[in-house]
């Protein structure tokens, strides 16, 4: 393994351990339009269920959203209550990216954590949570595009 990649990699996972969340600029069916207003741009959850957030990195802009399953008249049958989203994009040429790699973790308001590898259908990536207590959770999203590797923190106020 060469020396950047093994630093590369004990540093992600470093990360990837981190409890701080500071704020920081199978195919799924049915995800609608994954567009936003702009890079470094959080919305707060709406009457509708649905929170979203951009962040660039690196050239490449990941587009989040979260929503409720009730607010998508949905039911899990794992007893998720979240479905967390994620349309990456090349900076610049507004490219979707359809070949990344990506897991998410969330963590409650209490330090309880939930780690999911994103599925990806037509470029949107998708996994569900559940996000029962009210408050603050911490969201962090390790991906890879080609070979490069991304990291975007922010946090999701569950109300």
Excluded at 84 to 110: H, L, W
């Amino acid at each position: 393994m060469k020396k950047g990649t093994l630093w590369l990699s004990l540093v992600v996972a470093m990360i990837w351990g981190l409890p701080d969340f500071s704020m920081s600029q199978s195919p799924h069916q049915g995800h609608g339009d994954m567009s936003s207003t702009g890079a470094g741009t959080m919305g707060p959850a709406s009457a509708a269920g649905m929170f979203t957030h951009q962040v660039v990195d690196q050239g490449v802009r990941a587009e989040f959203q979260i929503m409720s399953m009730a607010s998508m008249n949905m039911k899990d049958a794992a007893g998720a209550t979240h479905h967390v989203m994620v349309k990456f994009v090349r900076e610049g040429t507004n490219e979707q990216i359809r070949d990344a790699i990506a897991r998410v973790r969330v963590v409650s308001p209490s330090g309880k954590e939930q780690v999911e590898t994103l599925k990806g259908d037509g470029g949107i990536y998708a996994a569900s949570f559940t996000l029962a207590d009210k408050g603050t959770y911490g969201v962090v999203c390790v991906f890879k595009v080609g070979d490069q590797q991304h990291l975007v923190k922010f946090s999701y106020p569950n109300s």
